[in-house]
C-alpha cells in the first residue's frame, strides 16, 4: 500500500508538469509555489510560456522528486493494472530530462505511441511498475 502511494504521488508530479502548458494557457499555474521561488520565478513567469534557464531548473527538481518516487519496483500481479501508468510517467519524465527540462517543448505534446505500448507490455511481463 505504501508502494502504490508513492507512485501515485510520482505519477502526480510527473502529469503536473506535463499539464503545464495546457494551464498556462488558462491562465494557472500548479506548480509548487516553493520551488518557483527557490529558482527566482514567479506565476506570471510560467503563464508567459517562455522557456527559461530557471524555470527548468524549478521543473528538474520537481522531476527528479517524481522519479525517485517512480523508481520502478515489484509488484504484485493484482496491484499491476493500477499501477502500470507509472511506466508511462517515467517515459515522460525522460523525454522531459532530453529536451533539457522545457515543459513547452513540442515533442512533449505528442501521443505516447508505440513505444510507450511495447514499455506497458515489457513491464506487465516483469510486474514492475
Do not use: N
Request: proline residues 6%.
Amino acid at each position: 500500500l505504501a508502494r502504490s502511494r508513492q507512485i501515485g504521488r510520482g505519477y502526480a508530479l510527473a502529469g503536473l508538469l506535463r499539464a503545464t502548458p495546457f494551464l498556462a494557457r488558462q491562465h494557472r499555474c500548479l506548480l509548487p509555489e516553493e520551488v518557483l521561488a527557490k529558482h527566482g520565478i514567479d506565476r506570471d513567469a510560467v503563464l508567459e510560456m517562455k522557456p527559461s534557464p530557471a524555470l527548468a531548473a524549478a521543473v528538474a527538481e520537481i522531476a527528479s522528486v517524481a522519479g525517485a518516487l517512480l523508481a520502478p519496483a515489484h509488484v504484485v500481479s493484482g496491484a499491476w493494472p493500477a499501477l502500470a501508468p507509472a511506466v508511462l510517467a517515467r517515459r515522460h519524465l525522460a523525454t522531459l530530462r532530453r529536451v533539457g527540462y522545457d515543459v513547452y517543448d513540442s515533442s512533449l505534446a505528442s501521443e505516447p505511441g508505440a513505444g510507450a505500448v511495447l514499455a506497458l507490455i515489457g513491464a506487465s511481463l516483469l510486474k514492475r511498475a
